[in-house]
């Protein structure tokens, strides 16, 4: 017989049956098509060596006039400025005590102490930085008490406990997101002591890494319990952590979600960095916003603007579809005069903004129901917004990215894109992924562009995770879709890097499609990949096949590994409910690359039934492929 040539349509299909979809692909795991067929992606190294505190859900890169790159990124427990791979501390300061408002007692046998501050406002897991403490004697020195501390528990509103460590910094005992260190047990009991010049500062509260469901917005059913009554918007770490970040020139401005609004100056890069500022104590301005949703600096016209804010006349109370824009190029100057372009927006459409994303031409606003396009217009309205779309949904604030004058995200149940109008994206793994979807954590998806192979990547939480574990990419140039699995809560394309960045549920940054393999480990580990056809038969399946050989067509071009290989399965089935009955795996390995690459010639295999498939997958280090075209010697066997 002759040898039938296996060639399949690009992407994955998970809207049909396996069956229906004969001459497809099926299923898969960190795979990317171009120019139409499969190829293994890359692997992953870290950045650096260094881990960082909390989970990481937004990045931002930025480069000082002196050409010294910076990235910013926000934990749900701190702020940092990376600068070479060194982890800078700059999360804004929340209050600072008078001098002697902060008393230290030590217990004999125990490293907790206990401190008293009336209305000290913090949080379990809270940071605070004590100096000018006394000695409290013995083990308890005045070094040992005068360094940042995470806070244990909290007693009440003006007691809570530390553990005494040694004395070291905490970027020094953080390891892989924890705080590892030795503590220091008093050897004797102290009350009500540590001197009269002990000042405490302590950092914003911190933020949930998890939604916890009836907090936020909007929160429980409506017309029922508390809804509509007065109360307070939000609860300080009672809501998942999000950051918003952009640059103004070298400088940074920094919004906690629903909280406050901060700049670092760069000139304040020192050894340590100094903690970012709140906007409004830095400004003279009183209408200085200070609470928000999201910061955003526009590129062309060098404005300010913060979304979901408190007004002008009305400071301190927030508008969750309030839009403000400072004067331009002037991020302290916030009242709306008739000598400068400060001023207002307000959207009429849906309960809050959720987020807002810059394009070439103009900044796409969404509420939790409608898009909105906000465009600059010059004096004396300075901008003009027009909504676009309505009755649409965006799964998180990072699920939005931009791609030249296109914007793509992930909705509750469908992905969208807007290019002038707004359209549901035709999607073949659409219920796959919304079928296998933790929507009680859905806000933090977030969305990434690896423009080097054309492709915008989500990542969400599968039904049985907390935490994003898995991702789908959709290729813009090929119009496919694929997906995998792998653990990621931000991402950042190349831009000023030569790769693009992502951040991990293990605390470090990686460089993405770095190499082959999977760097979070040492020695590195493999990244196994894989890609799996739908059923195949002959004619309508009325009769059996018989296969007898399987003729490779692969490259390990891209290999470093000396004799890299890949497994071949073929499996066959008698009906496509059965499972599958028969089933051969063989391994073909590259021999040689020149004069021209050379691989195993031929699988000889020996499987019978009505309908088969074929799988390849790679499993060891240093592996790179990329499949063509296999043939298959074939034949009729017959109707039983």
Known sequence: MPLTKLQFRPGVNRETTSYTNEGGWFDCDKIRFRFGTPEKIGGWQKTSGTSYLGTTRALHPFVALDGTRFLGLGTNLKYYVDEGGAFNDITPIRSTTSAGDVVFAATNGSSTITITDAAHGALAGDFVTFSGAASLGGTITAAVLNQEYEIVSVTSSSVYTITARTVSTISEI??????????VVANGSDSGNGGGSIIGTYQVNIGLDTTVTGTGWGAGTWGRGTWGSSASLLVSGSTLRIWTHD???EDLLINVRDAGIFYWDKSTRSAPFLPAQSLSSLSSDATTPTIAKQVLVSDVDRHVIVFGCDAQDNIGVQDPLLIRFSDQGQPLIWESLATNTAGDLSLGSGSEIITAVETKQQIMVWTDSSLHA????GPPFTFGITQVAENITIASPMSAVAVDDNIFWMGVQDFYVYS???QKLPCSVRSYVFNDFNASQSEKVCGGVNSSFSEVWWFYPSSSSAENNRYVVYNYQEKVWYYGVLSRTAWLDRGINTNPISASTDNYLYLQDFGLDDGSTSPASAVTSYIESSQMDIGDGDSFVFLQRLIPDITFSDST????????TLETRNYPGAAYTNSTTNPVV????VPVEQFTNVVNVRLRGRS??????????????RLGSPRVDLRQDGRR
Request: net charge negative; proline share 2%.
């Open 420 to 422: 002038g109008q707004v």
């Open 247 to 249: 640059n103004l020139g």
């Open 612 to 625: 088969f498939a074929l799988k390849v997958e790679s499993v060891d280090t240093g592996v790179g492929w």
């Open 374 to 377: 906000m465009q600059f217009i």
């Open 561 to 568: 590994a000396e004799s890299p290989s890949a497994n071949f």
């Open 174 to 183: 953080t390891v892989s997101g924890a705080l590892v260190f030795t503590a």
């Open 590 to 593: 590259r021999s040689a690359t």
